[in-house]
């Protein structure tokens, strides 16, 4: 019981990291209006903060290796407070655009540490639930961070989102200083160590995997705004509420997807999560204009797109079982590379093809990363008769 209230404190904390990316996506429109940018530009936000988490944190989490993970994760949500505090603060695009990286070395900090704990003090054969959990706060975001932040964006302005951020932060830092105990850090993994396992083809394939699930996600998300206000023709006072659906389908989706890996597998959960986000995105573009249509769609979309995540973390934590932290970090980069390509494509789609393109697009990246998973199911199969072969 003990280990599982801490479970929820790291998930509490990953919302706050979650919403601190996805709140962007959100108010897209109003800080583009606010700076005097484009709304393509204003997307390279997410971008930006996707590519330094995604390349620093490995570097940071092998320098950091030795150290106690209560301490790690407190020292990454200090940082990621006081980026969040910056953001408030200085005023311009350039100077939002230097705080969001600082944002982005201690959110990735945080998030793998958090991942690492959860693994490390959940019961026995209870991992997939424990790191769902703690995705689950991630994707929570979406429900809370990216509706509320529209609604203080309103009332506020955009920056009042980051001062807010910041304080639950501090709050966030006294209850993991009260909550968790001192747990060993691990055994040094050199950088060179940790990406020599992208030449076994089943590591490589599974990273794919993500890169091309959650990218296809990203093209499309980004957008989600303004999206559904010029494509779609939604009113403004339709955007929160729809907005708000779409995170609770987004909590719903993680917390079946550790249900399913648990009791029916992988290959099963991500598979069918991965077709149903396809179809999906395609339908999304079919009823713009329909009101009821659109409510089902968004919120299908968003289980099925998040019933892979928690799926995905476990394939990755399990293909390689004595190097579980170090996949689990690689993992965790490849899903913000995947965030910034998707931003950066999206981006690219809406000013040379169109807004509506980028649902087809994202589907057609999520089709791609089933043909990956495929060969990496058979990857992994043929990597265990191996062992079971040479241990015969």
């Known amino acids: 019981m003990q280990n599982t209230w801490k479970i929820y404190v790291l998930a509490i904390v990953s919302f706050l990291v979650g919403t601190s990316e996805y709140v962007i996506s959100g108010i897209l429109d109003k800080i583009a209006e606010d700076l005097g940018i484009t709304i393509a530009a204003t997307g390279q936000l997410i971008t930006i903060f996707s590519l330094v988490y995604g390349l620093g944190t490995p570097i940071v989490m092998g320098l950091t290796s030795r150290m106690d993970r209560k ?8 940082l990621f407070v006081a980026a969040n505090a910056l953001a408030f603060l200085l005023p311009g695009y350039g100077l939002f655009v230097l705080a969001r990286v600082i944002m982005a070395l201690g959110a990735g900090t945080v998030v793998v540490t958090a991942l690492n704990i959860a693994a490390k003090i959940a019961p026995a054969g209870k991992q997939g639930s424990a790191i769902a959990t703690v995705i689950m706060g991630f994707t929570a975001s979406l429900i809370v961070g990216v509706p509320l932040g529209r609604i203080v964006t309103g009332m506020w302005g955009w920056k009042a989102v980051f001062g807010g951020i910041a304080v639950m932060g501090v ?11 001192p747990i060993e850090g691990d055994k040094p993994v050199p950088l060179m160590q940790q990406l020599s396992l992208l030449k076994k083809r ?11 699930w959650l990218g296809g996600y990203s093209i499309a998300y980004t957008y989600l705004s303004p999206y559904l206000l010029e494509v779609s023709g939604m009113g403004e006072k339709l955007l929160s509420p729809l907005l708000l659906a779409f995170g609770l389908a987004s909590l719903a989706g993680s917390k079946f997807g550790g249900y399913s890996t648990d009791r029916w597998g992988v290959k099963v959960t991500l598979t069918g999560g991965m077709l149903l986000h396809i179809l999906m995105l395609v339908l999304l573009s079919v009823v713009a204009g329909t009101i009821t249509g659109i409510f ?7 289980f099925s797109a998040w019933s892979t995540g928690p799926t995905q973390q476990y394939h990755m934590a399990t293909m390689e079982p004595e190097s579980s932290g170090v996949l689990l970090g690689l993992n965790q980069s490849m899903m913000q590379l ?25 589907a057609l990246s999520v089709l791609f990363a089933i043909i990956v998973g495929l060969g990496s199911f058979r990857a992994i199969s043929k990597s265990k008769a191996n062992m079971n072969t040479a241990k015969g």
């Open 71 to 78: 301490k790690l994760i407190l020292y990454g949500l200090g």
């Open 171 to 181: 709050l966030a830092m006294i209850v993991l200083f009260r909550t968790l105990k």
């Open 202 to 212: 089943h590591v490589a394939l599974g990273l794919s995997i993500t890169f091309l």
């Open 296 to 302: 089902l769609l968004l919120i299908l979309w968003s």
């Open 338 to 362: 995947a965030m910034a390509a998707g931003a950066g494509i999206g981006g690219l789609a809406i000013k040379y093809i169109s807004l509506a393109s980028v649902t087809w697009i994202g």
